[in-house]
């Protein structure tokens, strides 16, 4: 039984980037420090994942760290669309987190590329009088627009592909599989 979890693999997948087990090593140690850091700040920190892609991360991630007293409020940004592949610009999809004067907030998100999600929330939270507002991604592309966009905290920095798996989708699809991973090009019909 166990091993149908242990297994990395998916008929549609051509190579796994991020096993499963370093996902939830590194989850880890990525709570661990952010606990750290926000010692201070102990009831006043918000975590705010961004839908859909940071579900799986954000789940694991807050599990990760239960010794902070932390609010979770979701946001909603949209820049891939169906079967797109390539970033369309980001734009807000519903309301943003409420009553963030004071608090120090956290963006978590799935992986950034070419930055704006992060660009744009950063902006709209400090304009809201956030206290701090610091971001913290599962990956990152090694392309330019990435690594030169503000990010506190980073899991994974990994090949310019387009991934799926552990929350990222292809057409809504393949967010529930445990790993990061490139799609065969049978698959992105
Ligand atoms: P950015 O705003 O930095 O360009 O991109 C962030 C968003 O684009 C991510 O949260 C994710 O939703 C989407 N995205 C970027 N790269 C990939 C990728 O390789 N695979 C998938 N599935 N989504 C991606
Ligand atoms: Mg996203």
Do not use: W
């Amino acid at each position: 039984m166990d091993d149908a979890f242990t297994s990395d693999t998916h008929q549609d997948i051509g190579r796994v980037l991020v096993s499963s087990t370093a996902i939830a090593r590194r989850v880890v140690e990525l709570a661990q420090q952010v606990g750290d850091d926000y010692a201070h700040a102990d009831g006043r920190l918000t975590v705010v994942p961004v839908m859909t892609g940071s579900l799986l991360f954000a789940a694991d991630f807050v599990r990760a760290l239960p010794q902070r007293r932390l609010r979770i409020q979701l946001t909603t940004v949209s820049s891939y669309g169906g079967k797109n592949t390539a970033s369309r610009g980001s734009t807000l999809a519903g309301a943003l987190p409420k009553h963030l004067e004071g608090h120090h907030v956290l963006i978590l998100d799935d992986i950034l590329d070419s930055g704006g999600t992060l660009r744009l929330l950063r902006s709209e939270f400090e304009s809201r009088g956030a206290a701090s507002v610091r971001a913290c991604v599962l990956l990152r592309k090694k392309i330019p627009s990435a690594m030169s966009t503000p990010c506190e905290y980073c899991g994974f920095d990994i090949d310019d592909e387009f991934v799926v798996g552990y929350g990222l989708d292809y057409d809504d699809l393949y967010r529930n599989l445990p790993f990061v991973g490139t799609l065969k090009p049978e698959a992105r019909a």
